[in-house]
């Protein structure tokens, strides 16, 4: 149901470290504001898929719960909530400009998460000539 390039993105944001996660969540309130709010309703996907990709980031964080919320209260929520938006936007990169795919997983490919490319092919409606 899931790609494997989300699979690999959503794995490897719940590994990192607390204090990261911390990061990469505080990013992403941060741009909301910026436009995140209108990207992550861009990048939804499938309810299957949706709870798929829900499934297993809280599978991933889960055993991690008490780690994440000693480290800030809250934690395992937000970063559950981080990491599933990120991960949306791998899943439906294709939906969101190059903009909008970068602005929802900056937060993570900074801190050095892997993510596969934005796809730039040619669509209709984006400005080219038929």
Known sequence: MLDAATERFAD??????????????DRMVDDRSRGGREASRAARPSAAQDSALVYRVRSALLPRADE????????????KSAICIASRAVLKRGRL???QYALLVAPFTDLGVPAPPHPTVDRPGDGVSA
């Open 68 to 79: 994440l919320n000693g480290h800030l209260d809250g934690l395992h929520s937000d970063a």
């Open 97 to 99: 400009t190059p903009e």
């Open 12 to 25: 490897a944001a719940a590994a990192l470290p607390a204090a990261a996660l911390a990061t990469a969540w």
